[in-house]
T-cell receptor
Framework: DSGVTQTPKHLITATGQRVTLRCSPR?????VYWYQQSLDQGLQFLIQ???????AKGNILERFSAQQFPDLHSELNLSSLELGDSALYFC?????????????FGPGTRLTVT | GNSVTQMEGPVTLSEEAFLTINCTYT??????LFWYVQYPGEGLQLLLK?????DKGSNKGFEATYRKETTSFHLEKGSVQVSDSAVYFC?????????????FGRGTSLIVHP
């Protein structure tokens, strides 16, 4: 158990819908990373937050957004969903904003768009 | 931009065989290098890391040496077990240039037969 929790574990929704994925980092970690894992694209970095502020942005679509709240949990919002958004979404947390530090990954949320 | 290239899998071995999974990278400066492992149905977890040239990371019998001259970080284990069956990801984190975006390889699946 990494100490990072993600909810829900599974999510099935239809195209065009909007969903919210939630992540609670390990106690004491200030940085949260979001990743998308799909068979054809591998593990893609989406976005990073550190202590409530956006720190780095990767291959995140404009239909996707995220935020980190004062209690340090984070939410990833996916809207106007397409079939191609079906994937595993992981969050990871780290003590610092520098990715040189180890990242602790949650168990992931499996999103299926039908 | 930064990139990580891993050998394509699956790698299929018999128990007690020697394992090598190749990883090469492209990055400016001196990134930190990582190997993560993902067991079925779980998130990634750090296996080992190295933060400067010629460093050797090791854990659970796995080793990898940071080779700046060949920009490589190959993962090795002298005698694999069935329980090592998993997907292995090589990753890098930049140390400079203002970019905090971590980069992961596509993963290499390892299957160990009894």
């Amino acid at each position: 158990d990494s100490g990072v929790t993600q909810t829900p574990k599974h999510l099935i929704t239809a195209t065009g819908q909007r969903v919210t994925l939630r992540c609670s980092p390990r106690s004491g970690d200030l940085s949260v990373y979001w990743y998308q894992q799909s068979l054809d694209q591998g593990l893609q970095f989406l976005i990073q937050y550190y202590n409530g502020e956006e720190r780095a942005k990767g291959n995140i679509l404009e239909r996707f957004s995220a935020q980190q709240f004062p209690d340090l949990h984070s939410e990833l919002n996916l809207s106007s969903l397409e079939l191609g958004d079906s994937a595993l979404y992981f969050c990871a947390s780290s003590v610092d904003d520098n990715p040189r530090y180890e990242q602790y990954f949650g168990p992931g949320t499996r999103l299926t768009v039908t | 931009g930064n990139s990580v290239t891993q050998m394509e899998g699956p790698v299929t071995l018999s128990e007690e065989a020697f394992l090598t999974i190749n990883c090469t990278y492209t990055a400016t400066g001196y990134p930190s290098l990582f190997w993560y492992v993902q067991y079925p149905g779980e998130g990634l977890q750090l296996l080992l890391k190295a933060t400067k040239a010629d460093d050797k990371g090791s854990n659970k019998g796995f080793e990898a040496t940071y080779r700046k001259e060949t920009t490589s970080f190959h993962l090795e284990k002298g005698s694999v077990q069935v329980s090592d069956s998993a997907v292995y990801f090589c990753a890098l984190s930049p140390q400079s240039g203002g970019s905090y975006i971590p980069t992961f390889g596509r993963g290499t699946s390892l299957i160990v037969h009894p």
